[in-house]
């Protein structure tokens, strides 16, 4: 069983940058394809990014592109999401997946990022 726990969150104006990260317990996730997703308000959870477990195939959102960056680093079980050029559109919880490619997905609690205009 892997525990997934996000941090990083918070309430900044548009045009700023944020990091979340995401480190998880109870087992590696070394083996793991890793993700980030966000729900809005009375919106679909929807994926934002995500990233092979050697690190080296990354994808993500349209929406989102050329903005965030996704990286990990095994060697402390812990996945980053470098979010810059943020947009009010941008607010949202954002939850740390582990297993992504699998229905059998791992879940963190969320982390709320707000961004003000």
């Known amino acids: 069983q892997v525990q997934l726990v996000e941090s990083g969150g918070g309430l900044v104006q548009a045009g700023a940058s944020l990091r979340l990260s995401c480190t998880a317990s109870?087992?590696?996730?070394?083996?793991?394809?890793m993700g980030w997703f966000r729900q809005a308000p009375g919106k679909e959870r929807e994926s934002v990014a995500s990233i092979s477990w050697t690190g080296t195939s990354t994808d993500y959102s349209d929406s989102v592109k050329g903005r965030f960056t996704i990286s990990r680093d095994n060697a402390k079980n812990t996945v980053y999401l470098q979010m810059n050029s943020l947009k009010p559109e941008d607010t949202a919880v954002y939850y740390c997946a582990g297993n992504v490619n699998s229905p059998n997905k791992y879940w963190g609690q969320g982390t709320q990022v707000t961004v003000s205009s």
């Open positions: 109870g087992r590696a996730i070394l083996y793991y394809a």
